[in-house]
Protein backbone atom coordinates (compact mmCIF):
# COMPACT_ATOMS: atom_id res chain seq x y z
CA UNK A 1 0.00 0.00 0.00
CA UNK A 2 1.61 3.07 -0.70
CA UNK A 3 0.80 6.63 1.90
CA UNK A 4 0.33 10.01 1.70
CA UNK A 5 1.22 11.16 5.06
CA UNK A 6 3.76 9.23 7.91
CA UNK A 7 3.10 9.61 11.27
CA UNK A 8 5.66 9.20 13.81
CA UNK A 9 4.41 8.67 16.90
CA UNK A 10 0.66 6.88 18.33
CA UNK A 11 0.14 9.68 20.79
CA UNK A 12 -2.46 11.73 21.09
CA UNK A 13 -0.58 14.25 18.73
CA UNK A 14 -0.06 12.05 16.19
CA UNK A 15 -3.52 10.00 16.28
CA UNK A 16 -5.44 12.74 16.41
CA UNK A 17 -3.72 13.85 13.02
CA UNK A 18 -3.73 11.05 11.51
CA UNK A 19 -7.65 10.39 11.95
CA UNK A 20 -8.25 14.10 10.42
CA UNK A 21 -5.98 13.59 7.56
CA UNK A 22 -7.94 10.20 6.66
CA UNK A 23 -11.66 10.99 7.24
CA UNK A 24 -11.41 14.90 6.68
CA UNK A 25 -9.09 14.52 3.68
CA UNK A 26 -9.32 11.22 2.43
CA UNK A 27 -5.61 10.20 2.96
CA UNK A 28 -3.91 6.98 3.11
CA UNK A 29 -1.83 7.40 6.72
CA UNK A 30 0.92 5.16 7.94
CA UNK A 31 1.35 5.99 11.82
CA UNK A 32 4.73 4.17 13.28
CA UNK A 33 5.65 4.06 16.81
CA UNK A 34 8.51 2.61 18.62
CA UNK A 35 7.12 1.40 21.79
CA UNK A 36 4.77 -2.08 21.35
CA UNK A 37 1.37 0.09 21.78
CA UNK A 38 -0.61 2.98 20.84
CA UNK A 39 -1.56 6.02 23.00
CA UNK A 40 2.07 7.64 23.78
CA UNK A 41 2.30 8.37 27.40
CA UNK A 42 -1.61 8.43 27.99
CA UNK A 43 -1.72 4.29 27.24
CA UNK A 44 -3.14 2.52 30.19
CA UNK A 45 -3.93 -1.51 30.79
CA UNK A 46 -5.43 -3.52 33.10
CA UNK A 47 -3.05 -5.48 35.48
CA UNK A 48 -3.13 -8.87 34.93
CA UNK A 49 -3.38 -10.34 38.16
CA UNK A 50 -6.36 -7.88 39.80
CA UNK A 51 -7.81 -6.68 36.27
CA UNK A 52 -7.18 -3.13 37.57
CA UNK A 53 -6.65 0.05 35.20
CA UNK A 54 -2.99 1.25 35.40
CA UNK A 55 -1.71 3.95 33.94
CA UNK A 56 1.55 3.12 32.80
CA UNK A 57 3.49 6.37 32.29
CA UNK A 58 2.02 8.34 35.01
CA UNK A 59 -1.72 8.61 35.76
CA UNK A 60 -3.24 11.13 33.33
CA UNK A 61 -7.25 12.84 33.92
CA UNK A 62 -8.43 14.19 31.38
CA UNK A 63 -9.88 17.68 31.75
CA UNK A 64 -10.93 20.42 29.50
CA UNK A 65 -12.54 23.63 28.91
CA UNK A 66 -11.83 23.75 25.03
CA UNK A 67 -15.31 23.04 23.76
CA UNK A 68 -13.68 22.05 20.05
CA UNK A 69 -11.71 19.21 21.78
CA UNK A 70 -14.58 17.96 24.47
CA UNK A 71 -16.60 17.57 21.21
CA UNK A 72 -14.02 16.14 19.04
CA UNK A 73 -12.96 13.66 21.86
CA UNK A 74 -16.61 12.66 22.45
CA UNK A 75 -16.95 11.35 19.26
CA UNK A 76 -14.94 8.11 20.28
CA UNK A 77 -15.51 7.64 23.63
CA UNK A 78 -17.64 8.12 26.70
CA UNK A 79 -16.21 10.14 29.83
CA UNK A 80 -17.25 8.99 33.34
CA UNK A 81 -18.31 11.90 36.29
CA UNK A 82 -14.20 11.14 37.47
CA UNK A 83 -13.82 14.19 39.38
CA UNK A 84 -9.76 14.63 40.54
CA UNK A 85 -8.98 15.27 43.88
CA UNK A 86 -5.77 15.05 45.53
CA UNK A 87 -4.17 15.18 48.86
CA UNK A 88 -1.17 16.00 50.32
CA UNK A 89 1.21 14.75 53.23
CA UNK A 90 3.08 17.16 55.22
CA UNK A 91 5.15 16.86 58.57
CA UNK A 92 2.53 13.83 59.38
CA UNK A 93 -0.40 15.59 58.38
CA UNK A 94 -2.71 15.11 55.62
CA UNK A 95 -3.96 18.55 53.61
CA UNK A 96 -6.43 18.96 50.86
CA UNK A 97 -5.08 20.01 47.70
CA UNK A 98 -4.99 22.54 45.89
CA UNK A 99 -4.37 25.26 48.68
CA UNK A 100 -8.04 26.28 49.22
CA UNK A 101 -9.71 27.48 52.31
CA UNK A 102 -9.55 24.29 54.11
CA UNK A 103 -5.70 23.59 53.14
CA UNK A 104 -5.33 27.22 54.79
CA UNK A 105 -7.35 26.80 58.14
CA UNK A 106 -5.15 23.80 58.68
CA UNK A 107 -1.91 25.05 58.55
CA UNK A 108 -2.53 27.87 60.32
CA UNK A 109 -5.20 25.98 62.68
CA UNK A 110 -7.31 28.66 62.60
CA UNK A 111 -11.26 29.41 61.31
CA UNK A 112 -10.50 32.05 58.55
CA UNK A 113 -13.52 33.15 56.57
CA UNK A 114 -12.63 33.97 52.79
CA UNK A 115 -12.06 37.07 53.38
CA UNK A 116 -10.06 36.91 56.39
CA UNK A 117 -8.02 34.33 54.43
CA UNK A 118 -7.23 36.70 51.91
CA UNK A 119 -6.15 38.97 53.84
CA UNK A 120 -4.03 37.02 55.38
CA UNK A 121 -1.90 35.40 52.72
CA UNK A 122 -1.87 38.99 50.73
CA UNK A 123 0.45 39.72 53.98
CA UNK A 124 2.60 36.90 53.92
CA UNK A 125 2.45 37.06 49.76
CA UNK A 126 3.98 41.14 50.18
CA UNK A 127 7.60 39.94 49.55
CA UNK A 128 6.83 38.56 46.05
CA UNK A 129 7.96 41.28 43.35
CA UNK A 130 5.04 42.36 41.28
CA UNK A 131 5.95 40.67 38.09
CA UNK A 132 7.14 36.97 39.16
CA UNK A 133 10.25 35.80 36.80
CA UNK A 134 10.67 32.35 37.99
CA UNK A 135 8.14 29.26 40.05
CA UNK A 136 9.34 30.57 43.64
CA UNK A 137 8.50 34.19 43.42
CA UNK A 138 5.14 33.02 41.43
CA UNK A 139 4.35 30.78 44.30
CA UNK A 140 5.16 33.19 46.96
CA UNK A 141 3.16 36.49 45.58
CA UNK A 142 0.09 33.22 45.18
CA UNK A 143 0.26 31.47 48.64
CA UNK A 144 2.46 33.19 50.77
CA UNK A 145 6.31 31.61 51.95
CA UNK A 146 4.70 29.34 55.03
CA UNK A 147 2.49 27.65 52.40
CA UNK A 148 5.07 27.46 49.85
CA UNK A 149 8.15 26.34 51.95
CA UNK A 150 5.19 23.62 53.67
CA UNK A 151 3.49 22.51 50.19
CA UNK A 152 5.35 23.69 46.82
CA UNK A 153 9.57 24.14 48.07
CA UNK A 154 10.55 20.11 48.63
CA UNK A 155 7.82 18.94 46.58
CA UNK A 156 9.39 21.05 43.76
CA UNK A 157 12.42 20.51 44.46
CA UNK A 158 11.78 16.65 44.25
CA UNK A 159 10.21 16.96 41.32
CA UNK A 160 12.36 19.22 39.21
CA UNK A 161 15.76 18.80 41.36
CA UNK A 162 16.50 22.38 39.14
CA UNK A 163 16.59 25.45 41.61
CA UNK A 164 12.94 27.22 42.22
CA UNK A 165 14.46 30.24 40.89
CA UNK A 166 15.32 28.69 37.47
CA UNK A 167 11.83 27.37 36.56
CA UNK A 168 9.33 29.07 34.72
CA UNK A 169 6.37 30.26 37.10
CA UNK A 170 3.78 28.50 34.50
CA UNK A 171 4.68 25.52 36.25
CA UNK A 172 2.86 26.61 39.26
CA UNK A 173 0.26 28.66 37.79
CA UNK A 174 -1.52 24.77 36.68
CA UNK A 175 -2.16 24.80 40.22
CA UNK A 176 -5.70 26.66 41.74
CA UNK A 177 -5.84 28.52 44.85
CA UNK A 178 -8.94 28.91 46.37
CA UNK A 179 -10.60 30.74 49.04
CA UNK A 180 -13.28 28.80 49.45
CA UNK A 181 -13.68 24.70 50.56
CA UNK A 182 -13.93 23.47 46.64
CA UNK A 183 -10.86 20.79 46.56
CA UNK A 184 -11.69 19.77 42.55
CA UNK A 185 -7.95 19.44 41.54
CA UNK A 186 -9.11 21.08 38.50
CA UNK A 187 -10.90 24.03 37.16
CA UNK A 188 -12.58 23.02 33.94
CA UNK A 189 -15.91 22.81 32.71
CA UNK A 190 -15.30 19.10 31.53
CA UNK A 191 -13.66 16.40 33.41
CA UNK A 192 -13.77 12.28 33.17
CA UNK A 193 -11.53 8.96 32.55
CA UNK A 194 -12.62 6.82 29.10
CA UNK A 195 -14.94 4.59 30.56
CA UNK A 196 -13.80 1.69 28.72
CA UNK A 197 -10.03 2.81 29.25
CA UNK A 198 -7.65 4.95 27.49
CA UNK A 199 -6.77 2.44 24.66
CA UNK A 200 -10.45 1.83 23.38
CA UNK A 201 -10.57 5.57 23.03
CA UNK A 202 -7.55 5.44 21.17
CA UNK A 203 -8.43 2.13 19.25
CA UNK A 204 -11.56 3.94 18.09
CA UNK A 205 -10.27 6.86 16.65
CA UNK A 206 -8.29 4.61 14.22
CA UNK A 207 -11.23 2.15 13.12
CA UNK A 208 -12.85 5.27 12.76
CA UNK A 209 -10.79 5.76 9.70
CA UNK A 210 -11.75 2.30 7.88
CA UNK A 211 -8.51 1.19 6.37
CA UNK A 212 -7.26 4.32 5.56
CA UNK A 213 -4.88 4.11 8.51
CA UNK A 214 -1.88 1.52 8.97
CA UNK A 215 -0.67 1.11 12.32
CA UNK A 216 2.83 -0.02 12.30
CA UNK A 217 4.88 -0.96 16.45
CA UNK A 218 8.12 -1.08 17.07
CA UNK A 219 9.12 0.56 14.48
CA UNK A 220 11.79 3.14 14.79
CA UNK A 221 12.03 6.18 12.82
CA UNK A 222 15.43 6.42 12.62
CA UNK A 223 16.32 2.66 11.54
CA UNK A 224 13.49 0.88 10.37
CA UNK A 225 14.41 -0.06 6.36
CA UNK A 226 10.89 0.97 4.79
CA UNK A 227 10.60 3.87 6.37
CA UNK A 228 14.04 5.22 5.37
CA UNK A 229 12.61 4.51 2.10
CA UNK A 230 9.47 6.47 2.76
CA UNK A 231 12.03 9.27 3.82
CA UNK A 232 14.30 8.73 0.98
CA UNK A 233 10.86 9.43 -1.13
CA UNK A 234 10.17 12.75 1.13
CA UNK A 235 6.69 11.67 1.82
CA UNK A 236 4.91 14.17 4.64
CA UNK A 237 5.99 13.52 7.66
CA UNK A 238 4.41 14.49 11.06
CA UNK A 239 7.12 13.93 13.42
CA UNK A 240 5.96 13.51 17.06
CA UNK A 241 9.40 12.40 18.70
CA UNK A 242 11.95 14.43 19.99
CA UNK A 243 12.91 17.43 17.92
CA UNK A 244 16.88 17.50 19.11
CA UNK A 245 17.24 13.86 18.65
CA UNK A 246 15.62 14.52 14.91
CA UNK A 247 18.66 16.78 14.45
CA UNK A 248 21.15 14.45 15.79
CA UNK A 249 21.42 16.76 18.92
CA UNK A 250 23.75 19.12 16.87
CA UNK A 251 22.97 21.87 19.29
CA UNK A 252 22.99 19.81 22.71
CA UNK A 253 20.22 17.63 24.48
CA UNK A 254 17.08 19.64 25.67
CA UNK A 255 16.53 18.85 29.30
CA UNK A 256 13.87 16.54 30.62
CA UNK A 257 12.91 14.90 33.73
CA UNK A 258 12.14 11.32 33.78
CA UNK A 259 10.40 9.10 36.22
CA UNK A 260 10.56 5.76 38.37
CA UNK A 261 7.34 4.30 38.34
CA UNK A 262 7.35 1.55 41.20
CA UNK A 263 3.85 -0.39 40.67
CA UNK A 264 2.74 -2.98 43.70
CA UNK A 265 0.10 -5.33 44.16
CA UNK A 266 -1.26 -4.84 47.59
CA UNK A 267 -3.39 -7.35 49.70
CA UNK A 268 -5.35 -4.64 51.39
CA UNK A 269 -8.42 -3.20 49.68
CA UNK A 270 -7.98 -0.14 50.01
CA UNK A 271 -4.10 1.38 50.96
CA UNK A 272 -4.60 5.01 51.16
CA UNK A 273 -8.36 6.11 50.66
CA UNK A 274 -8.04 8.72 47.83
CA UNK A 275 -6.48 8.67 44.07
CA UNK A 276 -3.46 10.10 44.92
CA UNK A 277 -1.62 11.23 47.43
CA UNK A 278 1.26 13.71 47.53
CA UNK A 279 4.44 13.97 49.80
CA UNK A 280 5.25 17.58 50.54
CA UNK A 281 8.82 16.79 52.26
CA UNK A 282 12.12 15.67 51.18
CA UNK A 283 11.13 12.67 52.55
CA UNK A 284 9.90 9.93 51.46
CA UNK A 285 11.80 10.54 48.02
CA UNK A 286 9.03 9.73 46.34
CA UNK A 287 6.74 12.79 45.13
CA UNK A 288 3.24 10.62 44.99
CA UNK A 289 1.45 7.64 45.37
CA UNK A 290 -1.36 6.60 42.76
CA UNK A 291 -3.94 3.98 43.52
CA UNK A 292 -5.17 2.87 40.50
CA UNK A 293 -8.89 1.85 41.80
CA UNK A 294 -10.07 5.26 43.27
CA UNK A 295 -9.89 6.72 39.71
CA UNK A 296 -13.12 4.08 38.70
CA UNK A 297 -15.78 3.99 41.78
CA UNK A 298 -18.41 3.19 38.65
CA UNK A 299 -16.41 -0.24 38.09
CA UNK A 300 -17.93 -2.17 41.00
CA UNK A 301 -16.79 -5.91 40.30
CA UNK A 302 -13.72 -7.95 40.37
CA UNK A 303 -11.06 -6.38 42.78
CA UNK A 304 -12.92 -2.90 42.13
CA UNK A 305 -15.64 -4.75 44.27
CA UNK A 306 -15.54 -3.73 47.67
CA UNK A 307 -13.95 -6.43 50.73
CA UNK A 308 -11.80 -7.83 46.89
CA UNK A 309 -8.64 -7.70 49.46
CA UNK A 310 -5.94 -6.39 46.14
CA UNK A 311 -5.51 -2.87 45.20
CA UNK A 312 -2.03 -2.40 43.03
CA UNK A 313 -0.47 1.31 43.72
CA UNK A 314 2.61 3.24 42.17
CA UNK A 315 5.13 5.32 44.04
CA UNK A 316 6.32 7.49 41.31
CA UNK A 317 10.00 9.01 41.88
CA UNK A 318 11.49 11.90 39.76
CA UNK A 319 14.60 11.57 38.04
CA UNK A 320 17.42 13.42 36.13
CA UNK A 321 17.05 12.40 32.60
CA UNK A 322 19.42 10.53 30.55
CA UNK A 323 19.65 9.58 27.03
CA UNK A 324 18.05 6.40 26.78
CA UNK A 325 15.19 7.20 29.84
CA UNK A 326 11.63 8.14 29.14
CA UNK A 327 11.63 11.92 28.47
CA UNK A 328 8.63 13.07 30.38
CA UNK A 329 8.84 17.04 32.05
CA UNK A 330 10.60 19.38 29.94
CA UNK A 331 12.33 21.33 32.43
CA UNK A 332 12.82 24.44 30.24
CA UNK A 333 15.26 26.64 31.72
CA UNK A 334 16.38 29.76 30.22
CA UNK A 335 19.00 27.30 28.26
CA UNK A 336 16.49 24.96 27.37
CA UNK A 337 14.92 27.52 25.38
CA UNK A 338 17.78 29.01 23.78
CA UNK A 339 18.93 25.38 22.63
CA UNK A 340 15.01 25.12 21.37
CA UNK A 341 14.87 28.15 19.25
CA UNK A 342 18.06 26.80 17.20
CA UNK A 343 15.91 23.94 16.99
CA UNK A 344 12.99 25.55 15.57
CA UNK A 345 14.70 27.66 13.14
CA UNK A 346 15.86 24.70 10.76
CA UNK A 347 12.36 22.70 11.61
CA UNK A 348 10.75 26.20 10.21
CA UNK A 349 12.60 25.50 6.52
CA UNK A 350 11.48 22.14 6.01
CA UNK A 351 9.48 21.06 3.25
CA UNK A 352 7.59 17.78 3.73
CA UNK A 353 8.16 17.92 7.93
CA UNK A 354 5.66 19.02 10.63
CA UNK A 355 6.93 18.84 14.15
CA UNK A 356 4.36 18.73 16.67
CA UNK A 357 3.44 17.12 20.41
CA UNK A 358 4.94 17.52 23.85
CA UNK A 359 8.15 15.93 22.16
CA UNK A 360 8.20 17.96 18.81
CA UNK A 361 7.70 21.25 20.84
CA UNK A 362 9.49 20.85 23.83
CA UNK A 363 6.60 21.40 25.37
CA UNK A 364 4.13 20.70 28.55
CA UNK A 365 0.67 19.95 27.07
CA UNK A 366 -2.21 18.55 28.88
CA UNK A 367 -4.07 16.11 26.77
CA UNK A 368 -6.38 18.69 25.91
CA UNK A 369 -3.69 21.25 24.69
CA UNK A 370 -1.93 18.18 22.67
CA UNK A 371 -5.52 17.29 20.64
CA UNK A 372 -6.01 21.22 20.21
CA UNK A 373 -2.76 21.95 18.81
CA UNK A 374 -3.05 18.89 16.46
CA UNK A 375 -6.66 20.29 15.77
CA UNK A 376 -5.45 23.30 14.97
CA UNK A 377 -1.91 22.05 12.52
CA UNK A 378 -4.69 19.88 10.94
CA UNK A 379 -6.48 23.67 9.31
CA UNK A 380 -3.75 25.42 8.66
CA UNK A 381 -1.83 22.21 6.83
CA UNK A 382 -5.16 20.77 5.44
CA UNK A 383 -5.47 22.68 1.80
CA UNK A 384 -2.04 21.92 1.03
CA UNK A 385 -1.85 18.25 1.42
P1 LIG B 1 3.42 11.17 23.45
O1 LIG B 1 2.23 10.65 24.15
O2 LIG B 1 4.71 11.15 24.15
O3 LIG B 1 3.56 10.36 22.08
C1 LIG B 1 4.72 10.44 21.29
C2 LIG B 1 4.98 9.06 20.70
O4 LIG B 1 6.06 9.15 19.76
C3 LIG B 1 5.42 8.05 21.76
O5 LIG B 1 4.54 6.94 21.79
C4 LIG B 1 6.82 7.63 21.30
O6 LIG B 1 7.11 6.26 21.53
C5 LIG B 1 6.78 7.95 19.81
N1 LIG B 1 8.11 8.15 19.24
C6 LIG B 1 9.09 8.99 19.68
N2 LIG B 1 10.19 8.86 18.90
C7 LIG B 1 9.90 7.94 17.96
C8 LIG B 1 10.64 7.38 16.88
N3 LIG B 1 11.92 7.72 16.64
N4 LIG B 1 10.05 6.45 16.10
C9 LIG B 1 8.77 6.05 16.35
N5 LIG B 1 8.03 6.55 17.36
C10 LIG B 1 8.59 7.48 18.15
N6 LIG B 1 -2.23 15.38 30.56
C11 LIG B 1 -3.49 15.55 31.05
O7 LIG B 1 -4.33 16.15 30.38
N7 LIG B 1 -3.84 15.05 32.27
C12 LIG B 1 -2.96 14.36 33.06
O8 LIG B 1 -3.33 13.92 34.15
C13 LIG B 1 -1.64 14.18 32.58
N8 LIG B 1 -0.74 13.52 33.32
C14 LIG B 1 0.53 13.39 32.85
C15 LIG B 1 1.45 12.70 33.65
C16 LIG B 1 2.75 12.55 33.22
C17 LIG B 1 3.72 11.81 34.08
C18 LIG B 1 3.15 13.11 31.97
C19 LIG B 1 4.57 12.99 31.51
C20 LIG B 1 2.25 13.78 31.17
C21 LIG B 1 0.93 13.92 31.60
N9 LIG B 1 -0.03 14.54 30.81
C22 LIG B 1 -1.30 14.73 31.29
C23 LIG B 1 0.31 15.05 29.45
C24 LIG B 1 0.04 14.00 28.34
O9 LIG B 1 0.82 12.86 28.58
C25 LIG B 1 0.41 14.63 26.99
O10 LIG B 1 -0.40 15.75 26.73
C26 LIG B 1 0.26 13.67 25.79
O11 LIG B 1 0.77 12.39 26.06
C27 LIG B 1 1.00 14.24 24.62
O12 LIG B 1 0.81 13.42 23.47
P2 LIG B 1 1.93 13.42 22.33
O13 LIG B 1 1.34 12.66 21.20
O14 LIG B 1 2.42 14.79 22.07
O15 LIG B 1 3.19 12.67 22.97
N1 LIG C 1 3.35 21.16 43.07
C1 LIG C 1 3.84 21.23 44.35
N2 LIG C 1 3.24 20.50 45.35
C2 LIG C 1 2.19 19.69 45.10
C3 LIG C 1 1.67 19.61 43.80
C4 LIG C 1 2.28 20.35 42.79
O1 LIG C 1 4.83 21.92 44.58
O2 LIG C 1 1.70 19.03 46.05
C5 LIG C 1 4.01 21.96 42.00
C6 LIG C 1 5.18 21.21 41.36
O3 LIG C 1 6.18 22.13 41.00
C7 LIG C 1 4.52 20.61 40.13
C8 LIG C 1 3.56 21.72 39.72
O4 LIG C 1 3.08 22.26 40.97
O5 LIG C 1 5.46 20.33 39.13
C9 LIG C 1 2.38 21.28 38.87
O6 LIG C 1 1.66 20.28 39.57
P1 LIG C 1 0.75 19.23 38.82
O7 LIG C 1 0.09 18.37 39.84
O8 LIG C 1 -0.08 19.93 37.83
O9 LIG C 1 1.87 18.38 38.06
P2 LIG C 1 1.78 17.08 37.13
O10 LIG C 1 0.53 16.36 37.44
O11 LIG C 1 1.87 17.59 35.74
O12 LIG C 1 2.97 16.30 37.54
Same mark, same amino acid.
Given at each position: ???D????G?????L??A??L??E?????????????I?G??Y??F?????????K??????H?S???VW???N???KFT !? @??? &???? /?HD???Y +??P =?????I???????Y??D???????G??????EN?????????S?????L???F?? !? @??? &???? /???E??? +??I =?K?????????N???N?????????????W?Q?M??????K????L????F??????R???????????? +??DRF?D?????L??????????V??V???????????????PKY??I???????????????????G?????R??S??????D?P??????AE???????????A?????IIF???????????????I???L????E???R?
Amino acid at each position: MEYDVLIVGAGLFGLTMAERLANECDKKVLVIDKRNHIGGNCYSEFDSETGIECHKYGAHLFHTSLENVWEYVNQFTKFT !N @YIH &KVYT /THDGIVY +PLP =INLGTINQFFQAAYTPDEAKVKIAGQAASAPENPQNLAEQGISLIGKPLFDAFIK !N @YTA &KQWQ /TPAEELS +PDI =IKRLPVRYNYDNRYFNDTHEGLPVDGYEAWFQNMIDSCGDKIVVRLETDYFTDSEIQRLRDAGILTIYTG +PIDRFYDYQFGELKWRSLDLGKEVLDVDDFQGCPVMNYADLEPKYTRIHEFKHFHPERTTGCYAPGSGKTVIVREYSKTWHLGDEPYYPVNTAEDRAVLSKYQDLAASEQNIIFGGRLGEYAYYDMDKTIAAALAKFDEIKNRV
